[in-house]
Structure formats: C-alpha cells, structure tokens
C-alpha cells in the first residue's frame, strides 16, 4: 500500500523522525481500543503500547497517523492538520475527536423531513473550527417538488460554503461531489441517520459495502446503520469516511467561527447604532428585521455557547495548572525537610 495514496504528506514525515524504530500508519477503523491500521505493508490490527497508556498525548481515532512498532503497538499518534471535535455527551467539559485529518467534510441533509438549519450551522462550525473545508450537500432531491427552493435556503445559511443538489439513490450529482476532492485527499460524509450517507458511500464505492435501511415515512429519521468510524479507499483516489448519526453537537470553542458561519449577521450589525449592540432589541439595532428570527436567535444562542465552553476549558486547564503547582511544591518542601 502505497502511503502517498492514503493521505501522507511532509509534515508527518518529520514527525515520524523521532520514533526510529516505529513505520508509519493511518488508523482506518476504530473499535474500542483496537484498530485496524494500514500501512506500507498493507492492514495490521494494532492497540496502544503500555507507554501510551500511561502517558497523557493524543489518542487515536480513525484518520490519524501513528508511528507504531511493526507487530502492532501503536506507540504514538502523529500531530493532526485537522480535526473534527465536539463535546463529550452530558454535562462535562471533555473533547471528542470524531474524525482526524480531514481536508472535506460534506455536511449531509434530506430534502425529505430532515432539512434543519439549526442542526446544519452547528456542522458547519464543526468543519471550520477544526480547519476542514465545508460542503453543504442536500440529498434526496429526487423527494422534493421544488429542490431549488431548499438550495436557496441553504445558501443563505451556508456563509460562503458550496451547497450541492443530488440523490444518491438515483445516481443524481455524484460526479459533482467528487469535484470537491482530490486525490489522495480525505473527505467525511456528517449527518443525521437516515439522510442517505451510506447510499452515498456505496455509489462511490460502486460495490453496496455499508448497510442501508429505510427511515421512517412520517420524519425521515432512520436507525444508526453505520455503527463505526470507518475510511475507505475510492477507486476514484480519494478516501471517504462515513461517521454514525451524532445525536447530541455540543461545541467546544469558537468564537470566531460563529462570526464565519454568520457572516450575514455580522454584515448587517454594521449599521447598528452603538458598536456594542448585542442585537437583543435595543434601540437603532441593525439586525433585527433584517436577519430571520431563527436565525438570529441561533447566532446569539451559539455564541453565548460557545464562549461558555471557552471560559470553561480555560478554567478546566487553569485548576489542573494549579494542582500541578501545588503537587510540585510539596515535593519541593519534602526535599528541603530532608536537607
């Protein structure tokens, strides 16, 4: 297997200098803690090395590359280009890689019942925040009786990302997705369950390698076919991954990325009177009744969000900064007591 063909590049490369006893690996399945990674001298099932598990470094996720002993002990993850992140389901604060190494996301939705532009900014922030190039891709065109009507609508939503048209299912649109990537590129297909990412996979693929199951008729949700974060390589040149149906998007940080995604608002909230304005109704504001009410309220929902995650993410490393300090002085004084 050739690893130029599978996404290798120069800056991995100087990474790897510094295991001399380790060959390079792209981790292309994931499965609790053991992998499927390829390498030069084709698949080989890996895990961590017990050094890795005691350390506190990355931890790998389909995408990544690792410097791994040739009989299978990962022993470190390279430093990502990309990453796709939210947080952790619940109440805390922990990250989650989703997908690393991306250069495309294709942010998936139905023309069905799933069109939901709250759900599809959150994506679209996803893809910016971790530095991987968004495309907007509206499947099942072949369901709705005016596809150009949904286009409009995602575009106004999209800031500036490519919105495409087609149906997976009726072949419609395929070579214009593929347009998107390069070869030895990596893409991604998001979504909910149910928008036809699998189909999509299978017409590239060109064999029917995912499951696929029909989705319920009154509101186009389906079950989670795709049970694992898997890459595969397209005849076509590139790799595509197809991620599980997230439930829950909850961001990590991204303040700037808002002001990307919502460039509308920001455009707009040049003519408001004071240049502090939160565009929450005070007089002379610029925004409102120019921009959606749906919008607007997921743009100051999204920012409020955003900059509580920060606030505590920076408090998160400043306590564990702190308990670092303190364990460090204590051994200082033991030293001394010594003395």
Aim: charged share 25%; net charge neutral; with cysteine.
């Amino acid at each position: 297997m050739n690893l130029i063909s599978i996404g290798w590049r120069e800056s991995f490369a100087k990474q790897l200098h510094s295991f001399p006893d380790c060959v390079a690996g792209r981790v292309a399945l994931t499965h609790r803690e053991r992998y499927m990674v390829w390498t030069e001298a084709g698949e080989v099932e890996a895990s961590p090395s017990g050094r890795m598990r005691e350390g506190d470094g990355l931890w790998p996720t389909t995408g990544d590359w690792v410097a791994m002993r040739p009989g299978g002990s990962i022993e470190a993850v390279l430093q990502r280009e990309t990453a796709i992140t939210r947080r952790q389901p619940g109440k805390g604060m922990a990250e989650q890689v989703l997908a690393a190494n991306l250069d495309v996301l294709f942010v998936v939705a139905g023309m069905d019942h799933d069109f939901n532009p709250r759900r599809l900014e959150r994506y679209l922030m996803l893809a910016r925040e971790g530095g991987v190039r968004p495309v907007l891709v509206l499947n099942k065109a072949d369901l709705h009786e005016d596809p150009s009507r949904v286009v409009r609508e995602a575009t106004e939503l999209a800031g500036g990302c490519p919105v495409l048209s087609m149906s997976a299912k009726a072949g419609w649109g395929v070579a214009e997705l593929q347009a998107y990537v390069s070869v030895g590129e990596t893409a991604a297909l998001a979504g909910s369950s149910g928008v036809g990412k699998s189909t999509m996979l299978n017409c590239l693929l060109g064999v029917d390698r995912q499951a696929t199951q029909s989705v319920r008729e009154h509101d186009s949700r389906g079950m989670h076919t795709t049970s694992s974060r898997e890459l595969f390589l397209l005849p076509q040149g590139w790799l595509l991954m197809d991620l599980p149906g997230i439930r829950e998007l909850q961001l990590v940080s991204g303040v700037e990325t808002v002001q990307e995604v919502f460039d509308d608002v920001d455009l707009a909230a040049e003519s408001c009177r004071f240049r502090n304005c939160r565009h929450e109704g005070e007089p002379g504001c610029g925004v409102a009744g120019v921009i959606p009410a749906g919008r607007l309220a997921a743009y100051l929902k999204l920012k409020k969000e955003v900059a509580f995650a920060e606030r505590q993410v920076n408090l998160d490393a400043a306590l564990v900064a702190k308990k670092k300090t303190k364990v460090m002085h204590k051994a200082m004084r033991r030293e001394q007591e010594r003395d």
